[in-house]
């Protein structure tokens, strides 16, 4: 299989996918939901003890696509949430990472800033939009079809609430640890709206202190899972690491605060209140009210953050995939009082998958660990560096190694290349650092549990080839947000103190569900075609009656509209 060259990709795809006279009435809302880090095999252990209300009605009366899967391999929040947002990889949409290092500044740049004025309700809203994505949303283009649309984004996490709304939303709203509130900015209008005003002065996190959170369901659904693991964190009301806990923030707190929002955060309160705001927006909004359609983006950000502190394995992460699965079914049964059976669409994916800890990966066979690997690739980078050009005269050569990448100082290469008497100098710095960006790639693939380095200005000028994991990072390469030498590690080894992680090309991090239901989408399918979740986009635009993202490339399978 070869990758397309992306030029061909952003263009590709525009025949009509479903004719004319079959061309449904579109929904008056359509919601696209994310779901943080729910890998497909996560769901497909779990399913079995799901309800009947939330992922299983999903399937009985919507299209199932069986084989879903990322096409770029930057598998993080921040990329994740753009593409379920704009229907592109991260190629095309430039976000490569939750954040990079900006050589101009010298300093990380977090993939949501952007200097935004506060709005005086929310002063810890400020300094956050989308003016990094460059491709517009899907939110983007229906408020250029139909002005008077509504377009809505909600989520605990302020990356996934803007990358999935963009620019021109009327709401795009998040939840501040600090406050305990959800919050906006001036990106999104100079007032406040009054629904989350109002949303906000109801304390919804307050009413939350003290919840005691223990298993939901029977002993049955976390057979062989098994609790109170050495990697996990413990929790911060008891210093434990199992369930039941009563959440205050820290032992011994009485009144709610900053460390109970942080642990609210981390539990599955979080996707609660995520429930709770994305129906405020939907009364205040008046989403679905009429024959102009609506866009709502929900993200629920928890079975990302209780996975990363006790692992995919845990009781604590089953749990919160099952309450979640009820929280759904909550969501799909307010829809149909609020707006009406059938008269809404409901799309569902997620941003990323996530690995096995590593210490089940060992118990089972396997080899895996947590080690400092940025350390060891940037150590081993350095060394090849110095050994080819000589030793750096103003600091280091490798500038920065984050987020599975390293950034070059060029500055320091420059120096080194053109210093006299140098072996494998050269006067030209463009062909000097380049050569420096080939020996950093072939040093850095030597350090320890580094599968493999690439030159990220190879993987642009020829994206080609037949190697997946290759193909994979060729689709997230961004000039000069993916680093000089993108890395990819070893399987199951992942980077520092932390039970599970993702952000691999590998199939447990690539592939995630992709669920579809609402008129003019088929009803109990199986949809067996290869897809990506950026197909969540591309239906949700059918369904509008727009025209898709042009960085949306994926045609729809047949099968998966209704008659």
């Not at 943080?36 to 399937?59: S, T």
Request: net charge negative; charged share 20%; aromatic share 8%.
């Amino acid at each position: 299989m070869t990758l397309r060259p992306v030029v061909v990709l952003l263009a590709a795809a525009f025949a009509p996918s479903i004719s004319a006279q079959s061309k449904p009435k579109p929904p008056r809302l359509v919601v696209l939901c994310a779901v943080d880090q729910l890998a497909r095999w996560v769901l497909d252990e779990a399913l079995p003890f799901c309800g009947d209300g939330g992922f299983k009605r999903l399937q009985r009366e919507g299209v199932t696509f069986a084989n879903c899967a990322y096409l770029h391999g930057c598998t993080e929040t921040g990329p994740g949430h753009a593409t379920l947002g704009t229907g592109a990889p991260a190629c095309a949409h430039g976000i490569a990472h939750n954040e990079w290092f900006d050589s101009a500044t010298g300093k990380p740049l977090y993939c949501v800033s952007e200097p935004v004025p506060a709005l005086p309700e929310f002063p810890e809203g400020k300094d956050r939009g989308p003016g990094l994505l460059l491709v517009p949303t899907l939110g983007d283009l229906l408020k250029e079809h139909a002005a008077a649309a509504k377009v809505v984004s909600v989520s605990v996490k302020d990356r996934a609430a803007i990358l999935m709304g963009g620019a021109r939303a009327d709401a795009v709203v998040w939840f501040e640890v600090a406050t305990g509130r959800f919050v906006t900015n001036t990106r999104w209008g100079r007032k406040a709206p009054a629904w989350l005003l109002a949303f906000d002065a109801g304390k919804p996190a307050d009413a939350l202190f003290g919840w005691n959170w223990d298993r939901c369901a029977p002993d049955a659904a976390y057979d062989g899972l098994v609790d109170d693991q050495h990697f996990e964190m413990p929790h911060p009301s008891s210093g434990a690491r199992t369930l039941p806990v009563a959440l205050t923030g820290k032992k011994g707190n009485e009144t709610p605060g900053g460390p109970f929002y942080f642990e609210l955060f981390l539990s599955p309160l979080g996707n609660v209140l995520t429930l709770q705001a994305a129906e405020a927006a939907v009364a205040g909004e008046q989403l679905g009210r009429d024959d102009v359609p609506d866009l709502l983006c929900v993200s629920f950000s928890a079975t990302d953050l209780v996975g990363h502190m006790f692992g995919p394995e845990s009781v604590e992460a089953r749990d919160t995939v099952l309450r979640f699965d009820a929280l759904l079914a909550q969501l799909l049964e307010f829809l149909d009082r609020d707006v009406g059976a059938g008269r809404y669409a409901f799309l569902l994916s997620a941003d990323h998958g996530v690995g096995h800890t590593p210490a089940w990966v060992k118990a089972h066979g396997g080899t895996g660990g947590n080690v400092l690997l940025h350390t060891y690739a940037r150590a081993a980078a350095e060394k090849a560096l110095q050994e080819h050009f000589g030793p750096a005269a103003k600091g280091p050569f490798v500038a920065s190694a984050l987020e599975f990448s390293l950034v070059l100082d060029r500055a320091a290469v420059t120096a080194a290349a053109a210093a006299p008497g140098n072996a494998n100098g050269n006067a030209d710095a463009d062909a000097a650092f380049r050569r420096a960006c080939e020996v950093a790639a072939a040093g850095a693939s030597k350090g320890q549990h580094v599968q493999c380095a690439f030159v990220t200005e190879d993987l642009l000028a020829h994206p080609g080839g037949d190697d997946p994991v290759r193909r994979a990072m060729a689709y997230a390469a961004c000039r000069g947000r993916s680093g000089d030498v993108m890395l990819v590690f070893e399987p199951n080894w992942i980077e520092g103190p932390i039970a599970a992680t993702h952000g691999s090309p590998f199939d447990y991090d690539t592939q995630v569900p992709l669920l579809a239901m609402g008129p003019g989408l088929a009803r109990g399918a199986r949809i067996d075609a290869q897809v990506s979740p950026g197909l969540m986009v591309v239906l949700a635009s059918a369904l509008l009656g727009v025209e898709r993202p042009k960085a949306a490339g994926e045609a729809i399978p047949d099968g998966a509209m209704g008659r």
